[in-house]
């Protein structure tokens, strides 16, 4: 099997020869924007120092490529970048794709491009990989790298990056596998309320069109229903004054746009504690239980939670 950075190697090791360079230079361009691409002389002959005519946004540029084997000191790679810019005047254009098959770092290219006064696009080898290993070149990888995604693990490989990049979308539309839990927090032991009630996130995505409606199981009425829309920070939360009493079974049933699923939550009043300490656990909209959380000391000072069907 490939490697997964064949396309890097195989690049910087160019064993086909000028004529090919200037015609995988030519398919880098198209892919990139560029129209009208005339090429000049890719089987030998005298070329101007341009290896192609093209068009950008209407204006008129010039094609160089550079393809050695093996990596060049700078000195050379500025060399041959700033003969071939000498030759745009003369093209009557306004600017200079040079596509090489050569590293460059920031530096080094910010240095090309201030060393002539006129429009510069540079295609370096860590720009070239990133287009060509698209899906959409893979024909263009096979035809000039010999990178055959006919291969079946290939095939594999790209089906993979086309569904990871699906399931990526879908997921920053819908909220993917994110979830999500409601508590209560600062409690007042002389009033008997609760005076925070947060949203609490899980997952790498945002939610959206969050709904919670909060059930008390032991009187069989609402306690509250909250619109809480798109929820992107870690937890979202309300002041307000939440009455409790000594004892309470809460069932929170949460809709959000990535789907539905419900929460148990028991608080109990402990007065060795001087507190209210909480059990809660979250389950799919089938009922099958997943996370559970129960404060340090509950089971201690309460037992292991009951959770009711």
């Not at 090791?13 to 090429?39: C, F, K, M, N, V």
């Not at 959409?136 to 990888?141: C, D, I, K, L, S």
């Not at 096979?142 to 990526?168: C, H, P, R, W, Y």
Request: proline share 4%; aromatic share 10%; glycine share 8%.
């Amino acid at each position: 099997m490939l490697r997964e950075d064949e396309t890097w190697h195989r690049l910087r090791e160019w064993t086909r020869g000028q004529p090919s360079s200037e015609r995988l230079a030519a398919q880098l361009l198209i892919d990139l924007g560029y129209e009208d691409i005339d090429p000049s002389h890719p089987l030998g002959g005298k070329d101007g120092g341009k290896d192609a005519i093209c068009t950008k946004s209407g204006q008129r540029w010039i094609m160089a490529a550079y393809f050695p084997r093996g990596q060049k000191t700078f000195a050379e790679i500025r060399d041959k970048f700033q003969d071939d810019a000498g030759k745009v005047s003369a093209a009557n254009a306004v600017g200079i794709a040079f596509v090489t098959n050569q590293e460059l770092t920031l530096s080094q290219r910010s240095a090309l491009d201030a060393s002539v006064s006129l429009q510069t696009d540079l295609i370096h080898l860590e720009r070239a990989t990133a287009i060509l290993d698209k899906p959409t070149m893979a024909g263009v990888r096979a035809q000039f790298l010999d990178i055959d995604f006919s291969n079946d693990d290939l095939k594999k490989a790209v089906a993979a990056e086309i569904a990871g990049s699906t399931a990526m979308i879908k997921a920053a539309i819908t909220g993917g596998d994110t979830w999500g839990y409601v508590m209560l927090y600062n409690f007042d032991l002389k009033d008997n309320v609760a005076r925070n009630y947060v949203f609490i996130r899980k997952g790498d995505h945002p939610l959206y069109q969050v709904r919670t409606r909060v059930h008390d199981m032991d009187t069989g009425r609402d306690v509250r229903i909250d619109e809480w829309g798109e929820i992107s920070a870690p937890a979202s939360y309300q002041t307000l004054r939440w009455p409790l009493h000594e004892n309470v079974y809460y069932r929170a049933f949460h809709h959000a746009r990535n789907g539905q699923w419900h929460q148990d939550m028991i608080l109990r009043r402990v007065e060795a504690a001087q507190c209210w300490l909480c059990a809660t656990r979250v389950s799919d909209f089938l009922g099958n239980p997943g996370w559970i959380h129960t404060d340090p000391q509950f089971a201690e000072l309460v037992g292991e939670p009951n959770w009711r069907p």
